[in-house]
């Protein structure tokens, strides 16, 4: 069936320190969009991302599309304590039903 | 604005019972997902409406049942709980839904925090 797969599971990292989660899916997808969970919270909307090689940036956050629309990336540069939580992709392809399939999570732990 | 809300907060059931959730979207959004998630995963989709119309179901079980009203407002039920129905559900709203193409980002509710003892 159409699942994204994303790494790592768990990341622990000093503050200053950059982290990067993947995601990938099998087949091509249609778009991507990232969420943030904070621990106790619900997933938040970071950014979408359609077109084949996209690549976004909000302020310390690059998100990547792959050009085969198959991968996508969220890299942080010099982590904050805020940064704190869960980070979710979650793949929309053409066929099949239009809902938001998500990935297990990257959960990001930042070491003051 | 009011963001998406969800009622109840938490909930303890005990198996074999029936469970309702609601789910009240952000004004002006006619477009309600429903999503279970267990602890250490990412959410799973249940159910999409829009226009009070089902648009989508994911791999649950007919206990699982949705519907959404003429304000927009949705209810999830869930028959016949199972120990394995403890989770957090969570509810997001859209503004449209889209046949093609991509979604408009979604809004989640706080979520319904369900344990089956």
């Known amino acids: 069936g159409q699942q994204v797969m994303q790494i790592p599971q768990y990341q622990h990292v000093q503050e200053g320190e950059d982290f990067t989660t993947y995601c990938n899916s099998s087949t091509t997808l249609s778009n991507i969009q990232w969420y943030k969970q904070r621990p106790g919270g619900h997933p938040v909307f970071l950014i979408q991302l359609v077109k084949s090689g996209e690549v976004k940036k909000q302020k310390r956050l690059t998100f990547q599309f792959g050009e085969a629309k198959k991968n996508s990336s969220l890299h942080i540069t010099a982590t904050q304590t805020t940064d704190v939580g869960t980070y979710f992709c979650?793949?929309?392809?053409?066929?099949?039903?239009?809902?938001?399939?998500f990935g297990s999570g990257t959960r990001l732990q930042v070491q003051p | 604005d009011a963001g998406v809300t969800q009622s109840p907060t938490h909930l303890i059931k005990t198996r074999g019972q029936h469970v309702t959730l609601r789910c009240s979207p952000i004004?002006?959004?006619?477009?309600v997902s429903w999503y279970q998630q267990v602890l250490g995963q990412g959410p799973q989709f249940i159910f999409q409406?829009?226009?009070?119309?089902?648009?989508g179901r994911g791999n649950f079980p007919d206990r699982f049942s949705a519907r959404q009203f003429p304000n927009y407002s949705s209810e999830l039920n869930v028959n016949a709980l199972l120990l394995g129905d403890s989770a957090l559900y969570l509810c997001a709203s859209s503004s449209i839904w889209s046949g093609t193409g991509a979604q408009p980002e979604a809004f989640f509710g706080q979520g319904t925090r369900l344990t089956v003892v």
């Open positions: 409406y829009y226009e009070k119309e089902e648009r």
């Open positions: 004004s002006g959004h006619k477009s």
């Open positions: 979650a793949g929309q392809w053409d066929t099949g039903r239009r809902a938001l399939t």
